[in-house]
């Protein structure tokens, strides 16, 4: 497993000047907090995500989740499958084109999506500490915005 530098620091300020970087940064460090916790629970951060997709935009396909998501297809059965076995979503056969698969979130699904979210909201809390909730929110805002207007999402 790869060190981790203790203090941003003893990163080259080469690094440090690029915000792509430093999100990057923000990224990785967030999940690694943020997947053991989520683990406790049975998931990790791609069933998460796609648990959390599944409800807010039901019914889909799996392909759809993958093109919200930015998952690989291969990748979207191995977690449509897991969510399946663990009985938080239902897939079943589009009646009017039998290729595809409808997803929808099970009761249970919405509980333990409910228990992600809290898992989530706690570690956010936790990684932020050392910003205001004014500052958070700016942070929020100002991705939402890069986001909107980047070549990434469209």
């Given at each position: 497993?790869?060190m981790?530098?203790?203090?941003?620091?003893?990163?080259?300020?080469?690094?440090r000047?690029?915000?792509?970087?430093l999100?990057?940064?923000?990224?990785?460090?967030?999940?690694?907090?943020i997947?053991?916790?989520?683990?406790?629970?049975?998931?990790?951060?791609?069933?998460?995500?796609?648990?959390?997709?599944i409800?807010?935009?039901?019914p889909?396909?799996?392909?759809?989740?993958?093109e919200?998501?930015?998952?690989?297809?291969?990748?979207?059965v191995?977690?449509?499958?897991?969510?399946?076995?663990?009985?938080?979503v239902?897939?079943?056969?589009?009646?009017?084109?039998r290729?595809?698969?409808?997803?929808?979130?099970?009761?249970?699904?919405r509980?333990?999506?409910?228990?992600?979210d809290?898992?989530?909201?706690?570690?956010?809390?936790?990684?932020?500490?050392?910003?205001?909730?004014?500052?958070?929110?700016?942070?929020?805002?100002?991705?939402h915005?890069v986001?909107?207007?980047?070549?990434?999402?469209?």
């Amino acid at each position: 497993m790869p060190m981790e530098p203790r203090s941003i620091d003893e990163v080259p300020a080469r690094l440090r000047q690029w915000p792509t970087w430093l999100l990057g940064r923000v990224h990785g460090d967030a999940k690694r907090m943020i997947a053991p916790r989520l683990a406790e629970r049975g998931l990790n951060l791609h069933q998460y995500a796609a648990l959390a997709c599944i409800a807010e935009f039901a019914p889909l396909s799996q392909q759809q989740v993958c093109e919200r998501l930015g998952v690989d297809r291969a990748d979207m059965v191995t977690v449509v499958d897991h969510l399946q076995a663990q009985e938080l979503v239902s897939r079943t056969r589009d009646a009017t084109d039998r290729r595809r698969y409808i997803l929808a979130v099970t009761p249970r699904g919405r509980e333990e999506l409910a228990g992600a979210d809290e898992i989530v909201a706690e570690v956010t809390a936790e990684f932020f500490a050392p910003l205001t909730a004014d500052e958070v929110a700016t942070l929020t805002s100002l991705a939402h915005r890069v986001l909107a207007g980047g070549p990434g999402l469209e």
